[in-house]
């Protein structure tokens, strides 16, 4: 079975351009999450899909968002990119992410500079 | 929202000591709590999880321990060797209001070095 793939893998990005990053999940997982990774802040939740619909959203600015495919596959993407942006975009699958948890498996990530 | 400390930052052991990494949690309706282990350069797997109808899991070397009075939930690793060497991470989700879906909330991380 194929592991969550996130392309592509790096990216170098001039301040003020946008930026869209692809991920597909396990072959029948539906939830498909984005968390943001730097050295300062950890790992911190951006926004998760299911179904095609955003069902939860992190703390961060508009410039940030997503959407969902009916494949399930996921894009997100940053607009106006700004030096803070550079980081570890991680996406995470999950088979049901409903009432009691579910395990996320990650993809590899994409490393975005900006510059 | 929920808010999850996690200590210590770093670790440092002898190769056969154990470790131990604790966290604690805000949200007294999480109820999954998942670790990861993340290596350099490579993304973050899932090592244990435990849900809230238990104390205790284990899994060979490695077991976690949940007290929900008291909000925490340690991951203990005994018989550490060098290839333990990573970052771990805990999780828990964020409940109130509702389910939190595929959210999770992360400690900071621990760096654990497993010297030879």
């Known amino acids: 079975k194929a592991g969550v793939t996130q392309t592509p893998r790096y990216l170098i990005k001039t301040r003020g351009q946008q930026v869209t990053l692809s991920c597909s999940p396990i072959?029948?997982?539906?939830?498909v999450s984005w968390y943001q990774q730097t050295p300062g802040q950890g790992l911190q939740f951006l926004f998760e899909y299911f179904s095609e619909t955003q069902r939860n959203k992190g703390n961060f600015p508009g410039r940030f968002s997503g959407r969902q495919f009916s494949n399930s596959r996921s894009e997100m993407n940053v607009s106006t990119l700004e030096l803070g942006d550079s980081a570890l975009y991680l996406c995470?699958?999950?088979?049901?992410?409903?009432?009691?948890?579910?395990?996320?498996?990650f993809g590899q990530g994409t490393r975005l500079t900006v510059v | 929202g929920e808010n999850v400390e996690q200590h210590p930052s770093t670790l440092s052991v002898q190769e056969g000591d154990s470790a131990v990494i604790k966290c604690t949690y805000s949200?007294?309706?999480?109820?999954?709590f998942p670790w990861y282990k993340q290596e350099l350069g490579k993304r973050p797997q899932l090592i244990i999880d435990?849900?809230?109808?238990?104390g205790e899991k284990k899994d060979q070397r490695i077991a976690v321990t949940l007290n929900k009075t008291a909000k925490h939930f340690s991951l203990h690793i005994t018989e550490t060797q060098p290839e333990d060497s990573a970052v771990y991470f805990c999780?828990?989700?964020?409940?109130?209001?509702?389910?939190?879906?595929?959210?999770?909330?992360f400690g900071q991380g621990t760096i654990l070095t497993v010297h030879p």
């Open positions: 949200d007294s309706a999480s109820n999954y």
């Open positions: 995470a699958s999950s088979l049901v992410a409903g009432d009691f948890g579910a395990e996320a498996f």
């Open positions: 435990i849900r809230s109808n238990v």
């Open positions: 072959s029948g997982h539906r939830s």
């Open positions: 999780a828990a989700p964020p409940r109130a209001g509702g389910t939190s879906y595929g959210k999770l909330t």
